[in-house]
């Protein structure tokens, strides 16, 4: 049995423009922002410029020069700065990133630490550790969906063996 949720009106206002501010949270149909901290943005469509945000929730999401902590969207057609965690259906990176977990990933020149996406394309793409069905272009890995899945086999072999001998040397009699 589902029970009836009351709509909320929406009394966002439909564009939000900033420049040089310090927001704690911003709602809106359209946020544009230029040199500005924000710590909650939620959207429908974000344009930044220059600025920093902790958390963003858009449908999309373009940014230059930005730097944002956690970001989950419908996709961002482009990314110049930083983020440490983000997840979207599409993404296009041409900076730095902790984190990414999209559908599909297009990366020019950038770099992420862990980049999980059913489908990368891009050139001159850095990451540590690359879970992906499908890869196009020039990627530079230290750890590509078999050498992962390979050092999780190894890694709980070893704490198995670990706890084991544990409980057989340690357990009270």
């Known amino acids: 049995m589902e029970a009836d949720i009351p709509e909320l009106e929406n009394n966002f206002p439909e564009v939000v423009n900033m420049q040089n501010t310090e927001a704690a949270s911003v709602q809106a149909e359209l946020v544009r922002a230029n040199a500005s901290q924000i710590k909650q943005l939620t959207a429908q469509e974000v344009d930044l410029r220059d600025s ?4 963003v929730n858009a449908e999309t999401v373009n940014a230059r020069k930005t730097g944002v902590a956690h970001l989950e969207a419908g996709n961002f057609p482009l990314l110049d700065g930083t983020v ?3 997840k979207s259906n599409s993404a296009t990176l041409k900076g730095r990133a902790g984190v990414i977990v999209t559908e599909t990933a297009g ?13 990368v394309k891009g050139e001159n793409i850095r990451t540590g550790i690359l879970i992906s069905r499908n890869v196009e272009g020039n990627v530079e890995t230290l750890m590509d969906t078999r ?12 704490l198995g063996s670990i706890m084991m001998l544990g409980q057989f040397l340690f357990r009270r009699k």
């Open 84 to 86: 440490l965690a983000s």
């Open 147 to 158: 050498s992962t899945i390979l050092a999780g086999v190894v890694a709980g072999a070893v």
């Open 107 to 119: 990366i020019e020149n950038g770099s992420a630490a862990v980049l999980v996406s059913s489908f």
């Open 52 to 55: 920093v945000a902790v958390v």
